[in-house]
Nanobody
Framework: QVQLVESGGGLVQAGGSLRLSCAAS????????MGWFRQAPGKEREFVAAITWRGTGTSYNDSVKGRFTISRDNAKNTLYLQMNSLKPEDTAVYYC???????????????????WGQGTQVIVSS
């Protein structure tokens, strides 16, 4: 089992920045691909970004490329999402996810992840 706890959400004006964190505990001694997803009210959960165990591979949703950066610190069992130039359309609950199954590619679908955090709310005002 892997437990994930997100933090860092909040209210920010458009153009501002936030950094989300996701602390992992439990079976963190296994290679975990990790990712961020988000869900806005009335919409389906969508992929935001993902990163491989060693951090050598990343993938981003086109809507956040150039504005968001995913990173991880395996020594601290923590995943990050630096969000810059935030837009009102970035408003959503952001979820951290972890995948324990081995894969050769960066996974970008929610079904590809095995564990989920409870989410952290991000609100971007215009």
């Amino acid at each position: 089992q892997v437990q994930l706890v997100e933090s860092g959400g909040g209210l920010v004006q458009a153009g501002g920045s936030l950094r989300l964190s996701c602390a992992a505990s439990g079976r963190t001694n296994i290679s975990l691909m990790m990712g961020w997803f988000r869900q806005a009210p009335g919409k389906e959960r969508e992929f935001v970004a993902a990163i491989t165990w060693r951090g050598t591979g990343t993938s981003y949703n086109d809507s956040v490329k150039g504005r968001f950066t995913i990173s991880r610190d395996n020594a601290k069992n923590t995943l990050y999402l630096q969000m810059n130039s935030l837009k009102p359309e970035d408003t959503a609950v952001y979820y951290c996810a972890a995948r324990t199954r081995a894969t050769a590619v960066v996974v970008t679908t929610s079904s590809g992840f095995d564990y989920w955090g409870q989410g952290t709310q991000v609100i971007v005002s215009s």
